[in-house]
């Protein structure tokens, strides 16, 4: 078992920036991939970004490019997401996830483990 507690989130203006953290517990969570989702306000779930755990490679979702970077490091057994030149439709709830071995990144059922999720507001 693998548990994530996702930190970090709170109310920035826009432009602004907020680096969120995914730690994990319970496991070595060096090898498992770990993606971000958000779900904003009446909207659906949506990847953010994810990190591989072999060789580290990461993946974002157009709408951040540019912005977030995802990182890890494996001695602190914790995730990051570093959020720059933050937007109003970024607000959102983000979550972080985890699992072995993921195939289709950005569609969220290959993860086992979520974190309870942390509220990023960005005000206009």
């Known amino acids: 078992q693998v548990q994530l507690v996702e930190s970090g989130g709170g109310l920035v203006q826009a432009g602004g920036s907020l680096r969120l953290s995914c730690a994990a517990s319970g496991r070595t969570f060096s090898g498992y991939t770990v993606g971000w989702f958000r779900q904003g306000p009446g909207k659906e779930r949506e990847f953010v970004a994810a990190?591989?755990?072999?060789?580290?490679?990461?993946f974002y979702a157009d709408s951040v490019t540019g912005r977030f970077t995802i990182s890890r490091d494996n001695a602190k057994n914790t995730v990051y997401l570093q959020m720059n030149s933050l937007k109003p439709e970024d607000t959102a709830v983000y979550y972080c996830?985890?699992?072995?071995?993921?195939?289709?990144?950005?569609?969220?059922?290959?993860?086992?483990?979520w974190g309870q999720g942390t509220q990023v507001t960005v005000s206009s």
């Open positions: 990190i591989r755990g072999s060789v580290g490679s990461t």
């Open positions: 996830a985890a699992a072995r071995v993921v195939s289709t990144l950005w569609t969220g059922g290959e993860y086992d483990y």
